[in-house]
């Protein structure tokens, strides 16, 4: 039997087999976490950190194209795959010698002025040298601008999770066809919709003001088609994630969320670590111990740690360090240790570990919801923000409607919500007891954290933001400086300008101004959500010109 030829995709002049459905990343990681680029200004080495397409740390040059997810991407037969942002490569960086020349930030946004004839040719030079690779070549920008990928249903389902499936399921059963798009590539297919993977969208405003009027969502998908839905009902079903952490040198190589650290586990390569600190002590922590508790060698934990959690890590024999401040890694290209410190003054201890996993609290994917112009409230359980929703799942916004972690319901209710939308969107009706929410009420045990934290003698670099490598130094010079909210800090010091939208440097930037400014994080406003949600090539954007046509009502 004739064995059909195999395709294969190149890597830093290797060839790598390309497997249907397999990401660039899945391949590398059989040879350990690989860093595969360069911070933007500071030319630190990067590894990838969250693992479900949302963090900078595995953005590669794909066929000419910058900026492209190795976590997301699935390569075909002949795709050049390479590292950006290093020269002469991301081992040896020599540009690295920025990260030991700015001990305290380069200011690129106030500095460099002097003389004024001269600031022409620093920012010209300080271009070339920081930011995001470089721009497309001519033939990926062509590619991108080919046929975009047209839609329309009565019902748009965004998030192919447990609880978008459920809906998905539950509208087909009533005799609908709605379309179910996830930016992962590997969704399975539901009977009856019409699923879109490897997909993002974004609300194009304005949004409709007429009753029934359709949405409209423009996005992309991989690997290269400009995309416009329109629908009059839309389900966001986007989910959670795992936080980010301040810390020194928290953007260290091993550093991964417990998105991260789970989904390469599961991913069928081998465990990315041997001996991993893990921080943070509920729920998560222990789906952590359970599958890959032969990988971890200690717990430690922000407060104090739930007897379940202690009776999993005792019967795996992984001490536990509860009430206890995470200073710094150390390590050069990779997490060798951690130093830890007891709270209260307490005293530091050093953990050797290859990779700190953070399980410390789970956010939700809110930022649809806040450009659909939804009415959003605070909540202290994870201190973060979540649409106003009713039992039925409906937001604020009509047409708008919120189920599972991403709506704030927690436990079984948060896929069961998937159900109750489908009723409510389809006229029918389910009986609709009280859903366990996210807890609104008192303050996040992260904020007490935070503020002895901010008090410690710090050890290597703080990275308030990682994608645009906005130092903590800079965020407190700010402050100083009188700038007051969020969203003025961000105009200031580039926080949050990132390729994640800030999804990981928000939430902790919140709790650090809120203790600097002496008022609630609810008080420190949000930075406004822009679309698009995701990374979005712009030619691709711009294939949609001439399929772009006001929708009625707009
Ligand atoms: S590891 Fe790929 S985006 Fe975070």
């Known amino acids: 039997m004739v064995e059909p030829s195999r395709s294969r995709f190149w890597f830093e002049g290797r060839s790598h087999d390309a497997e249907p459905g397999r990401t660039v990343l899945d391949r590398l990681l059989r040879h350990g976490l690989p860093s595969l680029q360069r911070s933007p200004r500071y030319h630190r080495p990067r590894a990838p950190f969250c693992g479900i397409g949302q963090c900078t740390g595995c953005l590669v040059r794909v066929n000419g194209r910058p900026n492209v997810r190795a976590c997301r991407y699935v390569p075909g037969e002949g795709d050049r795959v390479e590292t950006e942002n290093a020269w002469p490569s991301r081992r040896f960086d020599l540009l690295a010698a920025f990260d030991v020349m700015f001990p305290n930030g380069i200011d690129t ?31 990926s920008a062509t590619e991108l601008r080919g046929p975009p990928r047209v839609g329309s249903a009565d019902v748009l389902i965004v998030g192919a999770g447990r609880s978008g499936r459920v809906a998905a399921e539950a509208l087909v059963a009533e005799g609908r066809h709605p379309i179910l798009l996830d930016r992962r590539a590997d969704v399975a297919p539901v009977a009856g919709a019409d699923v879109w993977a490897s997909t993002t969208a974004s609300f194009l405003p304005p949004r409709p003001s007429t009753p029934g009027a359709a949405f409209d969502l423009i996005g992309y998908t991989e690997p290269a088609r400009g995309v416009l839905v329109r629908a009059p009902q839309v389900i966001v079903a986007t989910g959670s ?18 998105d991260g650290a789970l989904g390469f586990a599961r991913s069928g390569s081998p465990a990315p670590f041997h001996h991993a600190v893990v921080f943070g002590a509920g729920d998560r922590a222990r789906v952590v111990l359970d ?8 717990l430690v934990a922000p407060g104090e ?17 509860p009430r206890s401040l995470l200073c710094t890694t150390e390590g050069r290209s990779r997490v060798r240790a951690v130093e830890i410190r007891a709270r209260g003054n307490g005293s530091s201890t050093r953990l050797e570990c290859d990779a700190v996993v953070l399980v410390h609290r789970r956010l939700p994917n809110g930022q649809l919801f806040f450009q659909a112009g939804a009415r959003m409230n605070w909540r202290a359980g994870t201190g973060s923000y979540y649409p106003v929703v009713g039992d039925d799942g409906a937001t604020s916004v009509p047409g708008l409607w919120a189920i599972g972690s991403a709506s704030g319901t927690v436990g079984a209710a948060s896929v069961g919500s998937g159900e109750r939308v489908a009723a409510a969107v389809t006229g029918g009706s389910l009986p609709l007891s009280p859903l366990e929410r996210v807890r609104s009420d008192g303050s996040n045990e992260l904020e007490g954290y935070y503020r002895e934290l901010v008090r410690i003698p710090r050890r290597g670099r703080w990275i308030a933001c990682p994608c645009e490598d906005v130092l903590l130094e800079e965020i407190e010079q700010t402050t100083r400086a009188g700038y007051r909210g969020v969203e003025v800090v961000k105009r200031y010091s580039g926080l949050g ?14 709790l650090l101004l809120s203790i600097a400014e002496g008022r609630p994080p609810s008080e420190v406003g949000y930075i406004t959500q822009r679309p698009p949600v995701h990374p979005t090539p712009i030619a691709a954007l711009a294939a949609l010109d001439g399929v772009l046509t006001p929708a009625e009502g707009t």
């Open 109 to 139: 946004l106030h500095g460099f002025r002097r003389p004024a004839f001269m600031t022409p040719l620093y920012h010209r030079v300080i271009r070339r040298l920081a930011g995001y690779g470089q721009p497309p070549s001519r033939e």
């Open 305 to 321: 740690i739930p007897p379940e959690t202690v009776r999993v890590a005792s019967a795996a024999g992984i001490p536990l360090y």
């Open 241 to 258: 994630y795992d936080a980010s952490l301040l810390f020194g040198s928290n953007d260290r190589p091993g550093v991964l969320t417990g």
């Open 291 to 298: 599958e890959l508790g032969d990988h971890v060698s200690a």
């Open 497 to 510: 300008t990132g390729l994640c939208q800030g999804r990981y440097c928000l939430p902790d930037a919140l």
